[in-house]
T-cell receptor, first 110, second 117 residues
Framework: GENVEQHPSTLSVQEGDSAVIKCTYS??????FPWYKQELGKRPQLIID?????GEKKDQRIAVTLNKTAKHFSLHITETQPEDSAVYFC?????????FGTGTRLLVSP | DAGVIQSPRHEVTEMGQEVTLRCKPI?????LFWYRQTMMRGLELLIY????????DSGMPEDRFSAKMPNASFSTLKIQPSEPRDSAVYFC???????????????FGPGTRLTVL
């Protein structure tokens, strides 16, 4: 089955800096890669996703890149703000069933 | 759209008691997922349904756990008997369609925080 690894487990940045979170997956049949943000005590919420027919996708300060050959994808957050502090999860799916990474705790200091 | 609805939001029970968690998916969604989240194990998929039929229950930890979906708008996750190691946040999520289409985004409910004493 699919296995998703996520790094780093924690990431501390200064406000305004960029943050990068990386994930690798094992199943070459996976074709859907969402990223979820989870604030303390709240539900995971989708922030961006990418499909296997696209190499990069941007939404304002957030971007995701996908390298199918290497089987890895990354989340990029530019101009970080304190409200970006949360746990971020990557996931991979081949047929509906999502397999999540272990999460990255991002702390943005003012 | 009210989103995915879960009840109760918090549940405290004693070891050995039966616990029933409830979920109402987003109207029109034909996939429903039950997840468990703990610090140690992260976010784990327990079981998911398509059109009310269980598709994959390989994540259900043991026979003490069972899930049903009697109709398109309601699902339950039952733990009987409960144990302290079942303490976790249980999320329900729903989506429409199969992987590869825009409809397969999963929307999570607010979760049920279960504490078993």
């Amino acid at each position: 089955g699919e296995n998703v690894e996520q790094h780093p487990s924690t990431l501390s940045v200064q406000e305004g800096d960029s943050a990068v979170i990386k994930c690798t997956y094992s199943d070459s049949a996976s074709n859907y890669f969402p990223w979820y943000k989870q604030e303390l005590g709240k539900r995971p919420q989708l922030i961006i996703d990418i499909r296997s027919n696209v190499g990069e996708k941007k939404d304002q300060r957030i971007a995701v890149t996908l390298n199918k050959t290497a089987k890895h994808f990354s989340l990029h957050i530019t101009e970080t703000q304190p409200e970006d502090s949360a746990v971020y999860f990557c996931a991979a799916s081949g047929f509906q069933k999502l397999v999540f990474g272990t999460g990255t705790r991002l702390l943005v200091s003012p | 759209d009210a989103g995915v609805i879960q009840s109760p939001r918090h549940e405290v029970t004693e070891m050995g008691q039966e616990v029933t968690l409830r979920c109402k998916p987003i109207s029109g969604h034909d996939y429903l997922f039950w997840y468990r989240q703990t610090m140690m194990r992260g976010l784990e998929l327990l079981i998911y349904f398509n059109n009310n039929v269980p598709i994959d229950d390989s994540g259900m930890p043991e026979d003490r756990f069972s899930a049903k979906m009697p109709n398109a708008s309601f699902s339950t996750l039952k733990i009987q008997p409960s144990e302290p190691r079942d303490s976790a946040v249980y999320f329900c999520a729903s989506s429409w369609g199969s992987s590869g289409r825009a409809e397969d985004t999963q929307y999570f409910g607010p979760g049920t925080r279960l504490t078993v004493l």
